[in-house]
């Protein structure tokens, strides 16, 4: 396992539309054991492969609770397949873009067909957290950022402070995080 550096906005890379993974291999495993690293180290929640500059159609997830035990998941390939009319809000943020959180309306729940590590294919119908966070890592997959569900004023504020970040070559602040469920 090795910690990777979470690619911060406006790297470009993080809208790249991720490829499928072909086959669940040696190089497949390695990936999520960095990716659960990295995330476990940032005190994230989720992390998609594309945020570690791998353009890979990887997710790995846990939402338990500070005092929990782990609730690992990794989706390989994962896919919306339904999605409610029924919108659900919650405050998200995200690895890629630290410290800056917001409330989203997204569908209350969303059925996901993935594979796990085994290649064995699975279906899962989530609502609440779950379904945000699967609806947000999933976007990460395919380009798209959870400030683009924001107006677009608040957008283009967020877009030029990190923008100017970038240009003073200010890191994101990961390490002193506590894990919270901010997505």
Not at 146 to 160: E, G, N, T
Request: proline fraction near 5%.
């Amino acid at each position: 396992m090795a910690l990777r550096d979470i690619i911060i906005l406006p790297d470009p890379r993080l809208r790249v539309v991720s490829e499928p993974v072909k086959d669940i291999d040696a190089d497949t495993r390695k990936l999520v054991a960095d990716m659960l690293e990295t995330m476990y180290a940032a005190h994230g929640c989720g992390l998609a492969a594309i945020q570690i500059a791998v353009p890979k159609r990887v997710v790995t997830l846990d939402l338990a609770k500070k005092d929990e035990p782990l609730q690992l998941q990794v989706l390989i390939n994962p896919e919306i397949t339904w999605s409610s009319e029924e919108k659900g809000t919650y405050e998200e943020g995200c690895l890629s873009i630290p410290e800056y959180y917001e409330e989203v309306d997204r569908p209350a729940r969303v059925r996901v067909k993935y594979l796990d590590l085994d290649g064995k294919a699975h279906e899962v119908e989530a609502d609440g957290l779950l379904a945000t966070c699967l609806q947000h890592e999933i976007d990460h997959l395919n380009g798209v950022l959870f400030i683009d569900h924001i107006s677009k004023l608040k957008r283009d504020r967020v877009l030029k402070k990190f923008a100017k970040a970038a240009k003073l070559g200010k890191p994101g602040p990961h390490s002193e995080k506590e894990r919270t469920h901010t997505v």
